[in-house]
C-alpha cells in the first residue's frame, strides 16, 4: 500500500488510487465486508453444473457386464461371511481365512497385511511434511492388531504399473449383514474383473479390519504399502503372536494348495480409490447414494470421480445421490427468506432479459446453503469424513460410496436387485478410472459442493473471501499513514526531536511488530502445551482444559516478565497519541498474512475464520477514548467490541456454535477439550491457526481495547 | 554504552544456543532438502557426494552432482559431517559485519565532521548500526534456515563479507557525496575553517594509477596461483576444462530446472530450446548492464554499491538461496542510520517487512501445495517467487533513492550551515562545471575500485 505523505504536485496515478483508497478506507472496508458476505451467500445461486472435463473416462459408454451369476456367487460370499457369526471361536481369523480363500478362488494373488493402528501422536505440522515422517518403532502388544485381507488382480493388458483399489471395511469381530453386503458387492465386482480381458490397470481389494476404525486400518496398509519396512516388527509378530501364527498354519493345508505369500504384495500407483460401504438405513423411497470427499485439511479428490459416480449412479443406475447437509439449517426460517428474496430478485432480473440467467428456486437454495455449509464446515475442521482420507495424503483420488438399500434387505430378490445395481455402478466407475492414461488432473481439486451435481470452483468462491479481507490490509495502511503523519506535524510543530525514540520515525512500527511477535510466539506455546498436557494420566477433559488455560495464562505472563524489556522499551515512547493506531496496524497486517496463508493450507477454516476476526480486527479501538467522548455512536461501538471480542474467544466460538446446532444443555467445559484433542490428533491444520493465528489476534484486540491512550 | 554492548553479546550468545538446539533436535522439518535452503550449488549432500566421489579417486563432477571448486572439496569434505562448522561460520560473519559497521560509522562521523555537520548527528544519539546489523544477521530466519539446514551459503557469505571487509579496511570506505567536498574545498579556501581535512579530502579525490595497478598485479597473482592449484586437482579428470564447464558452465547455462525461489527455472522450462542461448545471454547481460549507471550513480558509497550489487547478483542469480538474502540483508543493516534516520525515511520499510514475512511464509506451502498435495501446480509456486523478486526489486530501488535523498539533504543542510556561517551571498552555481569534471573522474576511479572488489569475491568464491 502507498503511505505516501507530503503531497507531490504530480503524482503517478497508481499511487494517487492507493491514496484514495486510504483516505476512504471507513466507507470502503463497509462495503467490501458486506460485500464478502453477501458473495459467500450468493455462492450456491452462482455455482455452476458440474460436467465431466477429461475425455478419457468416457463414463457409461459400455453396457455393464456384471450379471446375475456374479450376483448369485455374492449371495452364496454374503451368507457364508454371515453364517461364521454363529461360529464359536476365533471368528476374525475364520472370516479372513474365509475372504482371503474366495478371492483364491476368483484367481487373484492374496495376501494378509498385519498391522497395529498408529497411536496418536503430536504431529502439527503434518500437513506440510511428507508422509512418511510420523513412522515411529512402537512397543507391541499381540492383542492389539488388526489384519487387512489383500486381493490382488493383475491386468491383462497392464504394465503392471498402475491400479485401482477397492476399500471395503469390516469389522472382523462381528460382521453385520450390511457390511457383509458390502463385501458382496465387492466380490462380485471383483469375481468380475477377474474374468474379463479390457482391464489395463492392476485391481487391489482391500478388505480392511475395522475393530480399531476404518481410518486406522487403511492408512496403515497404505503406510506399508508405499514405505517399506524393514525391521524385523513382522518376525517379532510371528513369533509372539499365536493368533498370526494360527493363520499362516492352516493357508498350508487349505483345499487349493496353493499357498499365500507372507511378504507384502504391491500393484503399480494408485489412480483411484472407491470405499465401498452399505448401511441399513430404511428409507422410504429409493436406494440412496450418499457420497463422502472430504480429506484431511480440507483436501477433496479431483472433481471427475465425483462427476462420474454421480453420472452413472443417477443416470445409468437409479440411484439418489446425496452429499452431506447440515440438516438443521434446512428449516430455518431467515434462510427460506433469503432465498425467495435471491428467488424473485431472478425473477425480476428474467424479465428484464430472459438471457440473464440469475436466481434458483428457494427451496434449492436453501438446500444448496445446506450443503455448502455442510462442505465448509467438514472441510474446515481439517478431519476426513472416511477411511478415503488417507488416500489424499499419498495424492491419490478417492472417495466413499455409502449405498443405503430401499427397504430392508432382507428379502433375497431385493438383495439380488440391490447388489447387481451397486455392482454395476462400481464396475462402470473402474471402467471408466481404467481408461485413464494419466492421473485425474484435469478438473478441479479446489471446490465446494452445494449438491451432487453443483460445484462452486476456487475461482469464485475466492472472491467472497478476498472481499472480506481486503479491508484489512487497506484500514492497517490507513491507520499507519495516519499516525506517521501525526507524528511528523508533531515534530515539526515542536522542533524539539532530541528523543531517542522519535528518531526513528519510520521505524517506529518495530515497537508494535516486536509486541505483536511476542504474542504470537506466546500462541504457538499455548498450541504446544496439550502435548505434556497428554503425558499427565488419569485426567478428565474438564480438567485438561482448565489445567491448559492455567497454564496459558501463567506463561503469558512469564513471557511478560522475560521479555519485558521490549516493553519497557515501548512504554518510553508510548507518549505520544497513536501508539495504539501503529500496533493496530501491525495487527491487521499480522492478520490478513495468517488468513491468506491458512486460506492456501484450508480454505474453509480461513474463511470461517475470517468472518470471526475481520469484524473484530476493524472496529477494536481504546476503550478509554470511547467512554471519554461518550456519544450515542462511540458508546455502540464500545458494546459492538465487547461482543465482538466475547465471542471471538476460541471456546466461547466453540460453546456458542455447538449450543446453535445442538442446544445448550449438553454443554461443558471438557468438550471444548475433547474438541481440540480431535484436531490435533488429526494432525489438523485448523488447530495451528487457532492457536497461531486466532488467538494471538485476539489478545491483540483485547490489548488495543484496554491500551491507555 | 557498556550495558548496550553487554546487550548485544547476550543475543549474539542467544542466536548461537538457539542454533545448537535447532541442530541437535530432530529435524522434522527435513531443511536441508527444501529448496529454497540448498540449491545444486549450496547443498551440503551434494558436496559429501563430490568427496565422496574424490575420495574414491573418481572425477568429484562425475553425475552431475557436485558443481563446486575442487578446492573447496579439500576444505569443507572431510567437515561434512558436522554442522558446528555453519555456526562458526555465522558467528564470524556477523562480527565481520559488525568490524565492517564500525569503520563505516567512524569514517562517517569523520566526514559529517570534515562538512562541520558534527552537530547533528550527536544530537540524535545514533543507534549502534554495527550492532543492528550483525544481529539482524544472526536472528534473520533466513540466515538461521540456511545454517540449520546444511547448506554451504554461510561460508560462501563469508568470502564474500571477508573480501568487503577487507576493502573497507585499506581505505575509507563511506562518505557524503563528493560533490560536497568539491564544493567546499573552494569555497572554504578563504576561510581557514577546518581547512586541514579538507585538503586532505582533497587529496583522495585525486586519482591515481597506482593502488589500481597493484591491485590487478595481486589479483591476477593470486588467481593464477589458485587455477594451478585447482588444476593439480583435477588433472586425472579432464583438467581445467572439464572443471570450468561443470562450475562456471553449469551456473551459466542453467542446465538444473529444478523449482527454487528465483525465476529462472520457470523461464528455461517453458523457453523453447532454439530461443534458449538468446535469453541466456539476455538473463546475464542484464547483470552487466546494471554495474556501471550504479557505479556512476553511487560512487561516494562503495559499501552502499557493494549492497546493492550483492542484493542485484542474488535476485537475478541462477540458483539463489535464502542464504544470499541473508547476506543483503545483514548489510542493510549497516545502513540504518542513512536509511531511516532523522534525514530520510524508507517509507516503505513496513510494507516491506510485511511482504517479507508472508511471502517466506507463502512459499513453502505454494511448494507444499504443488509437490506433495498436488492440488496446486508450479505455477503457484511461481507466483511467490515472483512476488519475493517484486520485493527484492522495490527494497533496492527504496533503499537506493533513499540513500540518495539522504545524501541530497546532507548536502542541503551543510550548504546551509556553510552559508549562516560564512554569511555571504557567494554563489556556487560557477563551480558546478569543475565539479562534474572531477566527479566523472572519480567515478571512474571509484568503479575501478568497486570492480576491484568484485573480483576479489569472485576469487574468493572460487576457491
Not at chain 1, 462495503?31 to 458473495?39: D, I, K, Q, R, S
Not at chain 1, 440411484?319 to 447437509?325: G, I, L, P, T
Not at chain 1, 526513528?504 to 505434556?532: D, E, I, M, Q, T
Not at chain 2, 547481460?285 to 542485484?312: D, K, S
Request: glycine letters at 6%; aromatic letters at 12%; a positive charge.
Amino acid at each position: 500500500m502507498a503511505e505516501t505523505e507530503a503531497p507531490r504536485p504530480r503524482q503517478r496515478p497508481i499511487v494517487r488510487l492507493g491514496i484514495f483508497l486510504i483516505s476512504h478506507s471507513f466507507s470502503f472496508s463497509v462495503v467490501c465486508c458486506t460485500a464478502g458476505v453477501l458473495a459467500l451467500l450468493l455462492l450456491p445461486i452462482l455455482a455452476k453444473n458440474t460436467y465431466i472435463s477429461e475425455n478419457a473416462l468416457m463414463p457409461g459408454s459400455a453396457n455393464p457386464m456384471l450379471s446375475n451369476q456374479d450376483v448369485l456367487e455374492a449371495n452364496r460370499f454374503v451368507k457364508d461371511l454371515i453364517a461364521l457369526n454363529s461360529k464359536p471361536r476365533g471368528s476374525g481369523i475364520e472370516s479372513q481365512r474365509l475372504i482371503a480363500q474366495y478371492m483364491k478362488d476368483l484367481g487373484a494373488e492374496v495376501n494378509y497385511h498385519k498391522f497395529h493402528p498408529q497411536i496418536t501422536q503430536f504431529h502439527p505440522l503434518q500437513f506440510f511434511s511428507s508422509p512418511d515422517s510420523g513412522t515411529v518403532e512402537r512397543n507391541i502388544s499381540c492383542s492389539f492388531h488388526g489384519v487387512n485381507t489383500v486381493g490382488i488382480t493383475r491386468a491383462p493388458r497392464g504394465d503392471g504399473k498402475e491400479a485401482i483399489v477397492l476399500v471395503t471395511p469390516y469389522n472382523s469381530q462381528k460382521i453385520k449383514q450390511a457390511e457383509a453386503l458390502s463385501l458382496g458387492t465387492a466380490y462380485s465386482v471383483f469375481s468380475l474383473l477377474s474374468r474379463v480381458t479390457w482391464l489395463a490397470k492392476d485391481i487391489i481389494w482391500l478388505v480392511s479390519d475395522s475393530q480399531h476404525g476404518e481410518y486406522a486400518a487403511v492408512s496403515a496398509w497404505l503406510r506399508d504399502y508405499h514405505i517399506p519396512m524393514f525391521t524385523r516388527l513382522h518376525t517379532v509378530n510371528a513369533e509372539t503372536c499365536p493368533d498370526i501364527n494360527y493363520l499362516y498354519d492352516v493357508r498350508d493345508n487349505s483345499v487349493t494348495g496353493r499357498k499365500i505369500y507372507d511378504g507384502f504384495k504391491r500393484a503399480g500407483t494408485m489412480a483411484a480409490a472407491l470405499v465401498i460401504k452399505v448401511v441399513d438405513r430404511s428409507e422410504t423411497f429409493d436406494d440412496n447414494l450418499n457420497i463422502y470427499a472430504e480429506a484431511s485439511n480440507g483436501q477433496m479428490p479431483n472433481l471427475d470421480l465425483i462427476n462420474i459416480v454421480n453420472y452413472l449412479a443417477v443416470h445409468r443406475q437409479g440411484f439418489r445421490v446425496k452429499v452431506e447437509k447440515l440438516w438443521s439449517l434446512l428449516d430455518s426460517k431467515w434462510l427460506k427468506n433469503l432465498g425467495e428474496l435471491f428467488e424473485s430478485v431472478g425473477q425480476v432480473v428474467s424479465s428484464i432479459n430472459p438471457q440473464w440467467k440469475f436466481g434458483i428456486p428457494a427451496a434449492d437454495y436453501t438446500e444448496g446453503i445446506a450443503t455448502l455449509a455442510s462442505s465448509l464446515y467438514n472441510q474446515a475442521l481439517g478431519v476426513p469424513t472416511g477411511p478415503h482420507g488417507a488416500f489424499r495424503d499419498y495424492q491419490v483420488d478417492a472417495i466413499t460410496l455409502e449405498l443405503s438399500p430401499r427397504a430392508s434387505v432382507d428379502k433375497i430378490i431385493r438383495q439380488n436387485d440391490f447388489l447387481l445395481r451397486g455392482g454395476r455402478l462400481i464396475e462402470g466407475v473402474i471402467l471408466s478410472v481404467n481408461n485413464l492414461l494419466e492421473k485425474f488432473h484435469q478438473s478441479f481439486f479446489l471446490y465446494l459442493l452445494t449438491s451432487p451435481g453443483k460445484f462452486v470452483s476456487v475461482g469464485v468462491y475466492m472472491i467472497a473471501f478476498a472481499l472480506l479481507v481486503a479491508p484489512l490490509p487497506m484500514v492497517a495502511a490507513s491507520l499507519y499513514a495516519d499516525a506517521i503523519n501525526l507524528n511528523s506535524s508533531q515534530n515539526n510543530e515542536k522542533t524539539v526531536a532530541d528523543e531517542p525514540g522519535t528518531a526513528l520515525r519510520s521505524l517506529k512500527w518495530v515497537n508494535a511488530a516486536k509486541k505483536v511477535f511476542v504474542v504470537h510466539l506466546w500462541g504457538s506455546v499455548v498450541s504446544l502445551l496439550p502435548y505434556f498436557i497428554c503425558q499427565i494420566p488419569n485426567r478428565s477433559p474438564t480438567v485438561s482444559f482448565i489445567i491448559w488455560f492455567l497454564l496459558s495464562v501463567l506463561s503469558f505472563f512469564i513471557m511478560f516478565l522475560i521479555l519485558a524489556s521490549p516493553f519497557s522499551h515501548a512504554k518510553e515512547s508510548q507518549l505520544h497519541l497513536r501508539e495504539w493506531a501503529i500496533l493496530k496496524s501491525v495487527t491487521m497486517s499480522a492478520t490478513f498474512i495468517g488468513l491468506c496463508l491458512m486460506s492456501v493450507i484450508n480454505f474453509s477454516t480461513a474463511e470461517l475464520g475470517g468472518l470471526l476476526l475481520v469484524p473484530m480486527c476493524l472496529m477494536a479501538q481504546p476503550m478509554r477514548r470511547d467512554i471519554r467522548v461518550g456519544s450515542l455512536s462511540t458508546l455502540s461501538r464500545l458494546a459492538y467490541n465487547l461482543v465482538f471480542c466475547l465471542i471471538g474467544f476460541p471456546p466461547v466460538t466453540f460453546v456458542l456454535l455447538k449450543g446453535a446446532f445442538e442446544g445448550f444443555n449438553s454443554i461443558n467445559v471438557g468438550d471444548f477439550w475433547c474438541w481440540v484433542e480431535s484436531l490435533w490428533a488429526w494432525s489438523s491444520a485448523t488447530y495451528l491457526y487457532i492457536g497461531m493465528v486466532h488467538l494471538p489476534c485476539w489478545v491483540l484486540c483485547i490489548h488495543i481495547l484496554f491500551h491507555h491512550c | 554504552m557498556a550495558a548496550k554492548e553487554g546487550r548485544f553479546w547476550g543475543w549474539a550468545f542467544a542466536s548461537v544456543i538457539f542454533r545448537l538446539i535447532l541442530i541437535y533436535f530432530p529435524n522434522n522439518l527435513n531443511l536441508s532438502s527444501r529448496p529454497e535452503v540448498s540449491t545444486p550449488l549450496t547443498s551440503l549432500r551434494r558436496l559429501a557426494e563430490g568427496y565422496w566421489l574424490k575420495q574414491s579417486s573418481l572425477s568429484p563432477y562425475a553425475g552431475s552432482m557436485y558443481h563446486g571448486s575442487p578446492l573447496l572439496l579439500y576444505v569443507l569434505g572431510p567437515l561434512t559431517a558436522k554442522s558446528l562448522v555453519f555456526v562458526i561460520a555465522d558467528v564470524v560473519n556477523a562480527l565481520l559485519i559488525r568490524v565492517i559497521g564500525q569503520n563505516l560509522q567512524i569514517s562517517y562521523n569523520q566526514r559529517l565532521k570534515a562538512l562541520s555537520l558534527d552537530a547533528i548527528p550527536k544530537e540524535k544519539a545514533i543507534l549502534p548500526s554495527r550492532d543492528i546489523a550483525a544481529l539482524v544477521y544472526l536472528w534473520n530466519p533466513f540466515t538461521i534456515v540456511s545454517c540449520v539446514g546444511l547448506s554451504t551459503s554461510p561460508i560462501e557469505n563469508m568470502a564474500v563479507i571477508l573480501s568487503l571487509y577487507g576493502a573497507c579496511t585499506r581505505y575509507g570506505p563511506e562518505t557524503p557525496p563528493r560533490k560536497l567536498f568539491d564544493g567546499k574545498v573552494e569555497d572554504s579556501a578563504s576561510s581557514n575553517h577546518s581547512h586541514r581535512a579538507m585538503k586532505q579530502q582533497g587529496a583522495a579525490t585525486i586519482f591515481s594509477w597506482k593502488p589500481v595497478l597493484k591491485f590487478l598485479m595481486w589479483s591476477v597473482v593470486w588467481s593464477i596461483y589458485v587455477l594451478v592449484l585447482c588444476g593439480l586437482c583435477v588433472r586425472h579428470y579432464g583438467g581445467l576444462h572439464e572443471m570450468f564447464k561443470r562450475t562456471y558452465g553449469f551456473i551459466l547455462t542453467v542446465p538444473d530446472l529444478s523449482p527454487n525461489i528465483g525465476v529462472l527455472w520457470y523461464f528455461f522450462a517453458e523457453v523453447f530450446e532454439f530461443f534458449r542461448n538468446f535469453f541466456l545471454i539476455v538473463f546475464h547481460m542484464n547483470i552487466l548492464f546494471m554495474v556501471l549507471p550504479l557505479a556512476i550513480r553511487l560512487n561516494h558509497r562503495p559499501c552502499f554499491l557493494a549492497f546493492v550489487y550483492i542484493a542485484i547478483s542474488s535476485m537475478l542469480k541462477s540458483y539463489p538461496s535464502v542464504g544470499d538474502a541473508a547476506l543483503y540483508l545483514g548489510l542493510l543493516g549497516l545502513f540504518v542510520n542513512e536509511l531511516a534516520g532523522k534525514f530520510i525515511d524508507m517509507q516503505f520499510s513496513f510494507f516491506l517487512f510485511c511482504v517479507y514475512v508472508g511471502v517466506s511464509l507463502l512459499s513453502p506451502v505454494m511448494h507444499n501445495l504443488w509437490i506433495w498435495r498436488g492440488t496446486g501446480n508450479a505455477n503457484f509456486y511461481f507466483a511467490t517467487a515472483m512476488a519475493y523478486a517484486c520485493f527484492q526489486i522495490v527494497l533496492v530501488v527504496e533503499s537506493v533513492s533513499a540513500m540518495l535523498s539522504h545524501d541530497r539533504k546532507l548536502k542541503k543542510l551543510s550548504i546551509a550551515k556553510h552559508q549562516e556561517s560564512k554569511s555571504q551571498q557567494h554563489s556556487t552555481n560557477d563551480l558546478s562545471d569543475s565539479r562534474t569534471r572531477t566527479t566523472v573522474k572519480s567515478a571512474v576511479a571509484s568503479w575501478i575500485e568497486d570492480l576491484c572488489i568484485l573480483r576479489n569475491n569472485a576469487f574468493l568464491l572460487s576457491i
